[in-house]
């Protein structure tokens, strides 16, 4: 799996709220193609979120973001994953 810098940004998108959103700036974070349009966001230590977050955005440190709604997800203090949906290219193709 790739691995890269990222900042991650966790929101909470819900209808007829206040969006609320939370950036993690230069996380290691591993980024993968689960099937079309679904990807795998690992990384290490925890995020900081907004409860019932909905949404993340993962921007790469050559400027390229990946951003969808969040379909599962799973972490612990030393780390975890998200898995999204986005229409980007998948991250296998950056070389």
């Known amino acids: 799996m790739p691995r890269y810098t990222a900042t991650v940004t966790v929101s909470a998108e819900h209808w007829g709220r206040e969006t609320e959103a939370v950036d993690n700036p230069s996380i290691d ?3 993968r193609t689960l099937s079309p349009g679904v ?25 390229l973001a990946y951003y969808g709604p969040i379909v599962d997800g799973q972490a612990d203090p030393k780390g975890g994953w998200l898995s999204f949906e986005s229409d ?3 991250p296998e193709l950056l070389g």
């Open 29 to 31: 974070v591993g980024l």
């Open 39 to 63: 990807f795998e966001l690992s990384f290490n230590g925890q995020l900081a979120a907004p409860e019932e977050a909905t949404h993340v955005c993962v921007t790469l440190d050559n400027g």
């Open 88 to 90: 980007m290219v998948e």
